[in-house]
C-alpha cells in the first residue's frame, strides 16, 4: 500500500517553531513535486509550500521568511520548518505528492494530516 504520513504537529506558543515531517512508503519508483497544505476550521485547503524533484521551492505569501520546504528524495521524504509561528498559522497540515507507483502509474496522494495549533 502506497500512502503518506505525516508527524510532528502539536500545540506551540506564538512566536515558537515546529517542524512536520512526511514519510512516502510502499513500491514507489519516483516521487515528483512534493507540498504542504493546511487547511483552518471553516476554510478551504491551501497551499504552504511546495518542492519539486529538483528543489525548486515556492511559499505561500503569509509564510515567506518563517516556513522552509525541505526534502531528502532518497528517503521519500519532506519537511516543513515552521518558524515564528502565529495564531493564525492553525490548521490541519496535509502532506501531498506526485507517485510514480510500480504497477499503478502515476498518482496524487495526500496525507491524512496532522494539526498544528499556535496559541498562548
Known amino acids: 500500500q502506497v500512502q503518506l504520513v505525516e508527524s510532528g504537529g502539536g500545540l506551540v506558543q506564538p512566536g515558537g517553531s515546529l517542524r512536520l515531517s512526511c514519510a512516502a512508503s510502499?513500491?514507489?519508483?519516483?516521487?515528483?513535486?512534493m507540498a504542504w497544505y493546511r487547511q483552518a476550521p471553516g476554510k478551504e485547503r491551501d497551499l504552504v509550500a511546495a518542492?519539486?524533484?529538483?528543489?525548486?521551492?515556492n511559499y505561500a505569501d503569509s509564510v515567506k521568511g518563517r516556513f522552509t520546504i525541505s526534502r531528502v528524495n532518497a528517503k521519500n521524504m519532506v519537511y516543513l520548518q515552521m518558524n515564528s509561528l502565529k495564531p493564525e498559522d492553525t490548521a490541519v497540515y496535509y502532506c501531498?505528492?506526485?507517485?510514480?507507483?510500480?504497477?499503478?502509474?502515476?498518482?496524487?496522494?495526500w496525507g491524512q494530516g496532522t494539526l498544528v495549533t499556535v496559541s498562548s
Open positions: 510502499g513500491n514507489i519508483f519516483s516521487v515528483s513535486a
Open positions: 501531498n505528492a506526485f507517485l510514480t507507483v510500480v504497477g499503478r502509474g502515476y498518482l496524487e496522494l
Open positions: 518542492v519539486t524533484s529538483g528543489d525548486s521551492t
